[in-house]
């Protein structure tokens, strides 16, 4: 059973950072993508930043760019999400992410991602 499991969330001022966590358990076969979504009540889960989990190849949304940082530590299977000056547009549901196969192109939609954790909520007070 694959368990995906998120830390680090909570309640920050504006230009504060966090690190979020994310540890897999339960994956026994390759994984294509891992990635970092996020949800504001009443908006749809947005895609924050990815990565092809070979190539080592990121990506991330363009309101996070140089803000954001994805990084892995393959040894605990552990993905983290480095955010620094945060916003309160930042304010979410952060929830990681596992695809198993291959795609063409790279996965940016939830529907493309076949496991979940739970979230964390991160807030950012102005």
């Known amino acids: 059973q694959v368990q995906l499991v998120e830390s680090g969330g909570g309640l920050v001022q504006t230009g504060d950072s966090l690190r979020l966590s994310c540890t897999a358990s339960g994956l026994t076969f390759s994984t294509y993508a891992r990635a970092w979504f996020r949800q504001a009540p009443g908006k749809q889960r947005e895609f924050v930043a990815g990565i092809l989990w070979n190539s080592g190849a990121t990506k991330y949304a363009d309101s996070v760019k140089g803000r954001f940082t994805f990084s892995r530590e393959n040894s605990k299977n552990t993905v983290y999400l480095e955010m620094i000056n945060l916003k309160p547009e930042d304010t979410a549901v952060y929830y990681c992410?596992?695809?198993?196969?291959?795609?063409?192109?790279?996965?940016?939609?939830?529907?493309?991602?076949?496991?979940w954790g739970q979230g964390t909520q991160v807030t950012v007070s102005s």
């Open positions: 992410a596992a695809r198993r196969s291959t795609l063409t192109s790279y996965p940016k939609s939830a529907e493309q991602y076949d496991y």
